[in-house]
C-alpha cells in the first residue's frame, strides 16, 4: 500500500471526543472538520459556548446586529488558536461559478462554507447574510500527522457532518446527538477502550 491509499479525509466530518479525552479545551467536545488534507486539519467546536453573544460581538466590532432572530445567539469557542478572530460557519451561498459572495471564504464539501472576512458580519448587520449561521472565536488545527495520531490513539472518533447538529440541534444535546449517529452513546464507551 502507498501512503496515498492510506490517507484519510475529514474534511465535512465531526471528532467526537472519546469520553477519555480528558484535556479540559476539547473534553466532550464535537468540531465540524472545515478542511482537512496531508498538510494538516482546521475545525470549530460547535458546543462550547462562550459568554457572549452575537449583539455582544458586533458591538466590539462596531456593527449594529440587524438580524432579530440572532439576538439570543452565543458566540462559540471554536479552539484555541486565534481566539480573538471571528470565523463564521454558514450554507454556501451560491453566486455562480464556484465563487463565494464574501471575500475570505473556505468552500466545504457538503454545503456548508466558512467565512472570516468582515463582509458577512456587515450583511448581518444590514439584516441579511447567510439564514443559517454559527460564529465562533478561534479554532482548532492539528499539523502534518497530529489528528491521524490522535484517532489512533483512541482519542476522537469520527462520522459524515449532519449541518442540523450545527445548526438546529441544542448546544447541550450536540455531544449525545454525534455520539448517536455513530450509534452510540457515551455511557457505553470505556475510557480505557482500546487499550490493553
Known amino acids: 500500500m502507498t501512503a496515498d491509499s492510506d490517507a484519510i479525509n475529514l474534511t465535512n466530518h465531526f471528532l467526537i471526543a472519546m ?3 480528558s484535556d479540559e479545551l476539547f473534553r466532550r ?3 465540524f472538520m472545515c478542511e482537512h488534507s496531508e498538510r494538516g ?9 462562550s459568554d457572549i453573544l452575537l449583539p455582544g460581538l458586533f458591538a466590539k466590532v462596531d456593527l449594529p446586529l ?3 432572530d440572532l439576538t439570543t445567539v452565543p458566540v462559540f469557542q471554536g479552539g484555541p488558536v486565534q481566539t480573538e478572530r471571528g470565523f463564521v460557519l454558514h450554507e454556501a451561498i451560491d453566486v455562480g461559478e464556484g465563487e463565494s459572495v464574501y471575500a475570505s471564504t473556505l468552500s466545504i464539501p457538503g454545503g456548508l462554507e466558512m467565512t472570516t472576512s468582515k463582509d458577512v458580519l456587515e450583511a448581518m448587520s444590514s439584516g ?10 478561534g479554532y482548532a488545527s492539528w499539523g502534518e500527522g497530529q489528528l491521524e495520531s490522535e484517532i489512533t490513539e483512541n482519542s476522537w472518533l469520527t462520522v459524515e457532518a449532519d449541518p442540523k447538529l450545527i445548526f438546529e440541534t441544542p448546544v447541550e444535546e450536540r455531544y449525545d446527538r454525534a455520539m448517536a449517529l455513530l450509534g452510540l452513546e457515551s455511557w457505553m464507551l470505556s475510557p480505557d477502550a482500546g487499550h490493553a
Open 41 to 49: 486539519a482546521l475545525g470549530l467546536v460547535i458546543n462550547k459556548p
Open 19 to 21: 469520553p477519555s479525552l
Open 29 to 31: 467536545s464535537v468540531v
Open 66 to 68: 440587524g438580524r432579530e
Open 128 to 137: 441579511a447574510g447567510p439564514s443559517k449561521v454559527f460564529v465562533t472565536l
